[in-house]
T-cell receptor, first 116, second 116 residues
Framework: DAGVIQSPRHEVTEMGQEVTLRCKPI?????LFWYRQTMMRGLELLIY????????DSGMPEDRFSAKMPNASFSTLKIQPSEPRDSAVYFC??????????????FGPGTRLLVL | AQKITQTQPGMFVQEKEAVTLDCTYD???????LFWYKQPSSGEMIFLIY??????QNATEGRYSLNFQKARKSANLVISASQLGDSAMYFC?????????????FGTGTKLQVIP
């Protein structure tokens, strides 16, 4: 089975540009998560969706960040305009329907973003 | 207060020896789940093992076992017969609340280095 797919794997952009990160969750998973990982702050949850509906976006750092999930197989995280402090690895993860022992989140390979 | 505490920033272990990575957690919720993830230098996050708060027995997955001490609120990861490929960052994580609530908090990680 294919795991979580993220694209691009690497992104280098200039400050002020729009950045769009993409994620395809594992088929059949009802939950999708976006995380950001930096040396300073570790792994932070930005937002998560259940059945394509955003449930908790309290981790989104500011209005420059937005996330959508138009259908069960696709999600985007957009940063507009991007800033150097947004440089990080962005992970997408998905999880099956909630149930005892089924909450495991499976991570994609991540997108390494560098904003110059 | 930190919800997940990993007090060992770095650990060394001799190849073929066992190693314990510490994790303590803080929650007042009776229903929670504990996870361990491995992040090798390539960057992906790999799920290792899960322990539910109501599970009577410690979880085991191959060479990984979780030493769950509920009263002490600790969930240490034990890796037996260490291999060079075990060198990586290891993250402890906790999901609070019943299975329908998916928000997971991660610790700061422990960097394990296996010495030949």
């Amino acid at each position: 089975d294919a795991g979580v797919i993220q694209s691009p794997r690497h992104e280098v952009t200039e400050m002020g540009q729009e950045v769009t990160l993409r994620c395809k969750p594992i088929s059949g998973h009802d939950y999708l998560f976006w995380y950001r990982q930096t040396m300073m702050r570790g792994l932070e949850l930005l937002i998560y969706f259940n059945n394509n509906v955003p449930i908790d976006d309290s981790g989104m750092p500011e209005d420059r960040f937005s996330a959508k999930m138009p259908n069960a197989s696709f999600s985007t995280l957009k940063i507009q305009p991007s800033e150097p402090r947004d440089s990080a690895v962005y992970f997408c993860a998905s999880s099956p329907i909630a149930g005892v022992g089924q909450e495991t989140q499976y991570f994609g390979p991540g997108t390494r973003l560098l904003v110059l | 207060a930190q919800k997940i505490t990993q007090t060992q920033p770095g650990m060394f272990v001799q190849e073929k020896e066992a190693v314990t990575l510490d994790c303590t957690y803080d929650t007042s919720d009776p229903s929670y789940g504990l996870f361990w993830y491995k992040q090798p230098s390539s960057g992906e996050m790999i799920f290792l093992i899960y322990q539910g708060s109501y599970d009577q027995q410690n979880a085991t997955e191959g060479r990984y076992s979780l030493n769950f001490q509920k009263a002490r609120k600790s969930a240490n990861l034990v890796i037996s017969a260490s291999q060079l490929g075990d060198s990586a960052m290891y993250f402890c994580a906790m999901r609070e609340g019943p299975g329908g609530y998916q928000k997971v908090t991660f610790g700061t990680g422990t960097k394990l280095q296996v010495i030949p």
